[in-house]
């Protein structure tokens, strides 16, 4: 069988990658892999949202033929009870055979970043979970007449404001200006930046669970 998963970030994929029996440095595009049991895997991590993830999944899928394409990465809570590196799957893809413990229930995916405790509570309504990517490359499995699957872990909890509203800092190609959010960070260094160094150390936390998680997968 031969995988494709497309994510935000690599670091979401490293722990996964990791886990290969052998594989590409994810600055490729996209990185070749092989999974233990002899599973092929290509990865590709572009930028956040609906527009890079659409150049990720499409990059895979100009490599070659895949079996499977499934949107990973990280994502906020929307339901109190999910904590953090919780695995959240969507219902709506395909299914993991696995040991171990996922919650099962619909990722809301939008095109910009949950910023706020109070916009999390109103999208709780439609979900368990947010993120930016899957909409987008449920899209494409859908236009190439692909399986697909929706496989998260929870970097932020539903009551967890973020320190900077990422929305303000991105360009119009959807990717995050970093020396524009360096800058908001150091208008407030105290405040902010360990309230950043925080987010990322949940985020790593969230991208190891992860990778644990879809190694023990099977599909």
Do not use: W
């Amino acid at each position: 069988m031969t995988l494709g998963l497309v994510a935000a970030d690599p670091y979401e994929l490293a722990p996964y990658a990791s886990r290969l029996a052998a594989c590409e440095s994810l600055r490729r595009a996209p990185a070749l892999g092989r999974t233990q049991s002899g599973d092929t895997v290509r990865l590709a991590a572009f930028g956040p949202g609906f527009r890079a993830a659409r150049r990720a999944a499409e990059a895979i899928l100009a490599a070659g033929p895949i079996d499977l394409l499934i949107s990973t990465g990280t994502c906020g809570a929307l339901d109190p009870s999910l904590a953090l590196g919780d695995i959240v799957v969507d219902p709506r893809g395909q299914q993991p055979r696995t040991a171990l413990a996922f919650r099962s229930g619909l990722i809301v995916s939008q095109d910009r970043v949950a910023s706020t405790a109070a916009e999390k509570q109103s999208l709780s309504q439609q979900g368990l979970a947010v993120e930016m990517e899957s909409a987008a490359v449920r899209d494409v499995a859908g236009r190439h007449q692909l399986p697909f699957a929706c496989i998260k872990a929870v970097s932020d909890s539903a009551g967890q404001s973020l320190p900077l509203d990422f929305n303000l800092y991105r360009a119009p190609a959807g990717h995050f200006r970093k020396a524009h959010i360096v800058a908001a960070m150091l208008a407030r260094p105290f405040a902010r930046i360990p309230a950043i160094l925080e987010l990322r150390a949940q985020a790593q936390l969230a991208a190891r669970a992860l990778g644990g998680f879809l190694a023990d997968c099977r599909f």
